[in-house]
């Protein structure tokens, strides 16, 4: 069930009912073009990943600006993005069980391009018997281990005898290598997040290398994120970046650093939760009425845009708790504040509809289609 949107378009932004989820439009757009900008002499392509934003609408506008397909992380995000248009797609996650496998062979009449990433024998065993069943070929990605201590096997033998499995597979084609760095992401230091993230690669290099000595070629080496993508921009052996987060820039990715000591400001926020002041019982407490089911409190607690030296504390189920004590702003009841979310991709995970403004106005109403694709 899709709820009825907060706004229509047309109406001024302070008329929009919350708690919303607003789309700075203006530099959003910027964000994208930034990203499309940064790496349009690159030998790196963009496929950005689609369980950040859970919206056809943007993943078009992101194909509009060269990005050669999406990331899914689940076989439901996959095809809400095929149906909304998107026809090249990687699940660039293990996918396990008959019937999502089906699914995910389905996928295969109606895109382009599906691929999938595997770390395991018995898992290609099965993605072979459900592409046979549907008549489909899989283009399947050994995902490595490259120190996110996440998925993935180990760089090296490991992947090659992976791979060699694939390559024979009846219904699979090998296409490559996905080596994530997830943890390297929210490294705060420049220089330890270049560490973090130059290791990876280098282990990355070794292992396409050791494939190709055996006849192996990687058609696709994936990874990066809005953190390091600059890294793997430079590392000579990724050829496509998976950010996500930077559509949007959450508050979390706003504390990272630069090389220059300051804080990466890349890209702009873009994304804010819409919220109304619900009580002012105190002269140094007021209440919003955006809680734990309206922001992911994962990544640390909103920062009110504009407005820094309010507090957002503790957080219950429908309330958000501001501490205003250090503000000469004044909040009154009924007042209407933008909160960066801690953490955008589980955030706009709570909710159906973007409302997309420029300047005071809003201007577009997106559906989060794959809100809630949690298989
Ligand atoms: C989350 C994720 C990304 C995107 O990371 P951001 O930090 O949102 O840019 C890329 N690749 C994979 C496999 C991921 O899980």
Redesign the pocket.
């Known amino acids: 069930m899709t709820t009825t949107p907060p706004a229509e378009i047309g109406m001024s932004l302070e008329d929009v009912d919350t708690p919303a989820l607003l789309l700075d439009l203006e530099a959003f757009e910027q964000n994208l073009d930034r990203m499309a900008t940064a790496i349009a002499d690159k030998p790196v392509k963009l496929r950005p990943?689609s369980?950040?934003h859970k919206c056809a609408v943007i993943g078009m506008e992101q194909m509009a600006r060269g990005a050669v397909g999406l990331?899914c992380?689940k076989v439901g995000e996959a095809e809400a993005m095929v149906a909304g248009g998107v026809h090249n797609i990687l699940v660039?996650?293990q996918i396990v069980g008959r019937p999502k496998l089906l699914r995910l062979a389905a996928l295969t009449k109606q895109a382009d391009w599906i691929g999938v990433c595997a770390d395991h024998p018995d898992n290609v065993d099965q993605l072979n018997e459900a592409a046979n069943a549907m008549d489909a070929t899989l283009n399947v990605l050994v995902e490595i281990d490259t120190g996110a201590a996440r998925c993935g096997v180990a760089p090296g033998q490991p992947t090659i005898d992976l791979a060699k499995k694939i390559d024979s597979a009846t219904n699979l084609d090998f296409a490559g290598l996905?080596a994530?760095q997830?943890r390297a992401?929210h490294v705060r230091s420049y220089a330890e997040r270049q560490q973090a993230a130059d290791a990876g690669i280098a282990l990355t290099k070794d292992t396409v290398e050791a494939l190709s000595a055996v006849g192996l070629e990687c058609e696709i080496v994936g990874?990066?994120?809005?953190?390091t993508f600059q890294f793997e921009t430079a590392g000579g052996v990724h050829n496509e970046l998976?950010?996500?987060?930077?559509a949007f820039m959450d508050a979390d990715y706003g504390k990272n650093l630069n090389a220059d000591g300051g804080f990466f400001d890349d890209f702009e926020h873009s994304l804010f939760v819409w919220v109304t002041v619900m009580s002012a019982p105190t002269e140094d407490r007021a209440l919003v009425d955006a809680g734990l089911k309206a922001l992911a409190m994962d990544s640390g607690p909103p920062v009110v845009a504009g407005m820094p030296e309010i507090e957002f504390g503790r957080a219950s189920d429908e309330h958000g708790i501001l501490d205003i004590s250090k503000t000469n702003h004044p909040v009154r009841l009924g007042d209407k504040l933008k909160l960066i979310p801690g953490h955008c991709?589980p955030t706009i995970n709570m909710y159906d509809w973007y409302v997309g403004y420029r300047g005071d106005r809003v201007e577009a109403l997106w559906p989060i289609v794959a809100r809630g694709m949690l298989r």
């Not at 990874?223 to 953190?227: N, Y």
Request: proline share 0%; charged share 10%.
């Open positions: 990943h369980k950040s990331c992380q660039s996650n996905q994530y997830g992401q990874g990066a994120g809005t953190g998976q950010a996500g987060s930077y991709d």
